[in-house]
């Protein structure tokens, strides 16, 4: 098994009222397990507020957990030392919602994607510079593009510059958070061929926050359902589209447009 996590819960606590005195505990994340292997995608859904963005800065090691552990090949990923922190975080990388705000606007496409191979000190320039022309080419874009700032594109070729990005470094496993939710719509199914097409091509594993399980179907082997932090399913795609255990899933999956 390539990612295993097991167990994992994560509670906040939230001051309120009359200065502050009163705290409320939310449990973000209750004992939640599941895995994933390598090459395989897996969705994880839920509605707003139902932990998904914590499951994934955790796994990222952005959030300590209060419990639970992680394992990514053999590596124990919660007590990763300090001075391994660096190299663990280029085995994971993240897409995100919103490619208007993640990419730095003062810098060229080029610099975009030679700074992680700089930061993680993989290669010599010339190594660095035909990277940089592989990975933008296998986003469909060109090396004309690489000169051009961000804001001289529109916001799905932005999106596959992202996808370069966080591609360009061969990390183990991505994190995609909503990456098509603020496209629009007529954009959004290319940029989900182009990870469908990555993931074979590349042998990617993917990690696939979506609320949307039209996405789920097209892009997913594996989903997991949270509820208010708690795992309410869990399996491959097929299996739980057509046997959901929950009514919350079934309700997901009746709210599909055109689904029976
Ligand atoms: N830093 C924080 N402090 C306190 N509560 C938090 C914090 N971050 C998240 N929460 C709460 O934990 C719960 C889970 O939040 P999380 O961001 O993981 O949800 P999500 O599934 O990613 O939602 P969305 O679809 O809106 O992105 C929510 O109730 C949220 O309000
Ligand atoms: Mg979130």
Known sequence: MYLSVKNLSKTYLKRSGFLNTKTSAIHALQDVSFELEKGKCLAIVGESGSGKSTLAKIIMKLL???????????????????QKIKAYRK????????????????FTITQILAEPLEIHKTGTPNQIKAKVSKFIKLVGLSDEDLKRYPHQFSGGQRQRICIARALIIEPDIIVCDEPVSA???????????LLK??????????????HDLRVVKYIADEMIVLQNGNLVELGAVNKVFKNPKTKYTQTLINSIPGSI
């Not at 085995?91 to 490619?99: A, N, R």
């Not at 496209?183 to 061929?193: F, G, K």
């Open 183 to 193: 496209l629009d719509v007529s954009i959004q199914a290319q940029i989900l061929e």
């Open 91 to 106: 085995k994971i990388q993240m897409i995100f919602q919103d490619p208007f705000s993640s990419l730095n606007p003062k």
């Open 64 to 82: 300590e957990p209060d419990s639970g552990s992680i394992h990514i090949s053999k590596q124990d990923v919660l007590n990763i030392s300090k």
């Open 197 to 210: 097409e990555l993931q074979k091509k590349l042998n990617l594993t993917y990690l696939f926050i979506t």
